[in-house]
């Protein structure tokens, strides 16, 4: 709800469209009847979910209509896309085109590549259905952002892979966090001092999916165990290889030291869990633009990991992280040795990343969308 009602302060009117199922609630989510309203200034339209190839064919000309009727109603559009069958975003690209109306594509990972680097993952289906379809992903994608007369995408990763498909491409942030959520500069400051004592303290907060690594991550505590290095470490976040964690860190006898308590709905919980910690490290395998290194940069948390575009952007200013080759874990382990041994630079990452999280809240990132939106869609005539 962050996001919608952040969209509602910047325009006179909104309307959003999106898939709905009609399933439980998912935990952790608020329905928007409870103490979660839409804005008066917004209209919600609820889409069919048809990620199935005979259920997008079987409502895909009823819902295309209802697309073109709301880029009729509406002076700015602006169409969210990633992935294949049932990307509704897709379609209204499409519509907007055929009705030569002018429109933004947001994305916020490079699904294409996500799915391909799936082939080798999970069950044979998936790995399947990986293989069949990300190959067409990637020529829908290219086909949306060409006829966008602007690309607005997450982070630098997702830029660098779609932006020269673009004629009109930003790097932007889909963040739901506020000002408030920043650490304040006194806890900031005790956390400074405090780093120079006791062991290295290790969080990550994200799903426990192959795609962030979780093996790789607990590899490198073996790695940090066999060095000697006293360190404790979270991960907040459950998902298909959590399991497999679980059994990994008690077969390397790491229990003591290593916190697997699973999905967190606490929001405060995760904050203080965030600020608490000396280093963020992370294993990022995928091409994607993850909210959890901005959440550990407003917190004052180093982001230490493997490098890629996008937290290499996030850092540049300001040096706030460590970042070492993808999926070399040896390398990544050396690295948090060395903070762990110099607690003077381990001192000066944490101001730093301080620093490099100063600019982010949910009021920036969509009052930045939203600007370039209505500088670079002219309004229809009479509009």
């Known amino acids: 709800m962050v996001g919608l009602r952040r969209w509602a302060e910047n325009f006179d009117h909104i309307s959003v469209m999106m898939p709905v199922r009609d399933e439980t609630t998912p935990?952790?989510?608020?329905?928007?009847?409870?103490?979660?309203?839409?804005?008066?200034?917004?209209?919600?339209?609820?889409?069919?979910?048809?990620?199935?190839?005979?259920?997008?064919?079987?409502?895909?000309?009823?819902?295309?209509?209802?697309?073109?009727?709301?880029?009729?109603?509406?002076?700015?559009l602006s169409f969210s896309i990633g992935g294949l069958f049932g990307d509704w975003g897709a379609v209204g690209g499409f519509a907007a085109k055929a009705k030569k109306r002018p429109f933004a594509v947001w994305a916020d990972r490079v699904e294409s590549e996500v799915t391909r680097r799936n082939r080798t993952e999970g069950a044979f289906k998936r790995r399947l259905q990986a293989h069949l379809y990300h190959k067409p992903m990637l020529m829908l994608e290219r086909a949306v952002i060409q006829r966008a007369e602007l690309g607005l995408f997450h982070g630098r990763e997702t830029y660098e892979a779609y932006a020269s498909y673009s004629g009109n491409p930003h790097i932007v942030h889909d963040i739901l966090l506020e000002k408030s959520d920043h650490i304040p500069s006194d806890m900031l400051a005790q956390k400074i001092q405090d780093c120079a004592y006791g062991p290295l303290k290790i969080v990550f907060a994200g799903r426990a999916d192959p795609m962030k690594g979780p093996l790789d991550w607990v590899a490198v505590l073996e790695k940090l165990d066999a060095m000697g290095v006293a360190f404790t470490a979270t991960w907040l976040g459950n998902g298909e290889r959590f399991g497999d964690m679980q059994t990994r860190v008690a077969q390397a006898g790491l229990s003591d030291r290593v916190s697997l308590p699973g999905f967190v709905t606490d929001r405060q919980y995760v904050l203080d869990v965030l600020r608490d910690a000396h280093i963020h490290m992370f294993c990022h395998k995928t091409p994607e633009s993850p909210r959890n290194l901005i959440e550990a940069l407003i917190s004052g948390t180093p982001i230490v990991g493997y490098d890629s575009a996008y937290p290499r952007d996030l850092i540049l200013e300001n040096n706030g992280g460590e970042l070492t080759p993808l999926n070399d874990v040896g390398a990544l382990a050396q690295q948090v040795a060395v903070l762990a041994n110099d607690r003077g630079r381990l001192a000066r990452l944490i101001e730093n990343s301080y620093r490099d999280g100063a600019y982010f809240s949910s009021e920036a990132v969509f009052k930045h969308r939203s600007d370039l939106i209505k500088e670079h869609l002219p309004r229809p005539a009479g509009g």
């Open 27 to 76: 935990e952790g989510w608020s329905k928007p009847d409870e103490g979660n309203r839409l804005p008066e200034n917004m209209s919600l339209d609820l889409l069919p979910t048809a990620y199935r190839p005979d259920h997008f064919l079987r409502r895909y000309s009823e819902t295309r209509r209802r697309i073109e009727a709301l880029i009729d109603r509406n002076d700015y």
